[in-house]
């Protein structure tokens, strides 16, 4: 048998903490250490023994999440997945947990949260595997587990034909990222000009942290950074990022780019996905797109990448050696869909290089 992930529960709620463990416990690949109601005891437990993954939350007494994480990054990097009511609306709290290097946040309303996190078994079980897979760097009765139909783009948007889309003098950019991908897509929209092509961006991320987060992009970056809205064009120096619980598809009106933004079921395990935002950028841009997919576990985006090619897209993945987690640039590389596989700091010259031919 495989080794387990050990996982430590940090949560001044018992509730949680017991609703976390049944879910956790379920999974074959999971199992829980030990759980602990506040950072000093987490401490007293890591003392013994080492976990894999922890899950945290923010507000608690005694020291608060985000002082704990900072004390365990810079003493003893461990892969850290936030599940905290505090982090609402894309707070600071959120922001400074990535900042910290948290790899994944799931954020657990005030009201109802036992029925939420049993809703959200799935999401927090994939969370925690790709957790444990991260490179992390210094800086009631047991529930039944179920693998749920994982759906493809086909649920949100059709396949696009074999006709290639009419090539334009402009070229824009399509970019998909997971774990890891908020200091990717940091590190690359920093390095794009300010007159840089039109970008459309998924960011696997939950709902209400993507403003917060394009806004924090935005103060960085020589180009504008927001947050989709539906009907929004893809102009020159603008990157869009998906809503946080909301697909986003590339449409074309004459030879000008927008964005829809668009309810759906779940695509890869995701909302937003990579292969629905993929999928539409090959029926509606062809040959007019630069594809790059990022750090980040699973394959959503691989099938998306190869249509692109397919309809005459240039692609570029994220390399094995820069990747968090080496999931969904090594599947799209598998199946063919990539055209160049770079370090993180040489995607940019080679999207502009691209997009200038």
Do not use: W
């Not at 007293?44 to 985000?66: F, H, Q, S």
């Not at 990097?77 to 609306?89: K, Q």
């Not at 948007?157 to 200091?183: C, F, H, L, N, Y």
């Not at 092509?197 to 987060?213: C, K, L, S, Y």
């Amino acid at each position: 048998m495989a080794k387990k992930i050990r996982v430590l529960v940090v949560d001044d709620s018992a509730v949680v903490r017991q609703t976390l463990s049944e879910i956790i416990e379920a999974d074959p690949d999971l199992t829980v250490m030990a759980t602990a109601a506040d950072p000093y005891m987490a401490a007293n437990k890591m003392k013994e023994e080492a976990p894999d993954v922890i899950t945290l939350d923010i507000e608690m007494p005694r020291m608060d999440g985000i002082t704990f994480l900072r004390k365990i990054m810079n003493q003893h990097p461990i892969p850290v997945v936030i599940c905290s009511s505090v982090a609402e609306g894309g707070s600071e709290n959120a922001l400074r947990a990535m900042e910290c290097g948290v790899v994944d946040i799931i954020e657990k309303p005030k009201m109802g949260t036992k029925q939420f996190l049993k809703e959200s078994r799935i999401r927090i079980c994939d969370a925690v595997k790709a957790a444990a897979m991260a490179k992390i760097k210094p800086v009631h009765a047991r529930t039944e587990f179920r693998v749920e139909k994982k759906l493809s783009a086909d649920a949100v948007i059709d396949k696009a034909s074999t006709t290639r889309a009419i090539r334009t003098t402009e070229k824009i950019v399509m970019v998909g990222a997971s774990t890891g991908g908020t200091e990717a897509l940091s590190v690359f929209l920093e390095a794009l000009p300010q007159d840089s092509p039109g970008i459309v961006i998924v960011q696997h991320m939950p709902e209400n942290f993507t403003r917060a987060f394009s806004e924090r992009l935005n103060r960085i970056c020589r180009v504008e950074v927001k947050e989709a809205a539906d009907g929004d064009s893809v102009l020159r120096g603008r990157a869009l990022i998906a809503p946080g619980n909301r697909h986003l598809l590339l449409k074309r009106s004459g030879a000008r780019y927008h964005v829809e933004v668009k309810d759906g079921p779940l695509v890869c395990r995701h909302r937003p996905s990579v292969d629905v935002l993929f999928r539409s950028a090959a029926r509606y841009a062809g040959g007019n797109v630069v594809g790059v997919i990022m750090t980040g576990m699973g394959d959503d985006g691989s099938r998306g990448m190869l249509e692109m090619k397919e309809a005459g897209a240039y692609n570029i993945a994220q390399d094995e050696a820069t990747s968090v987690v080496f999931g969904m640039p090594q599947e799209a590389i598998k199946l063919g869909g990539v055209d160049k596989v770079l370090p993180l700091d040489r995607i940019a010259a080679e999207v502009l290089k691209k997009c200038a031919e």
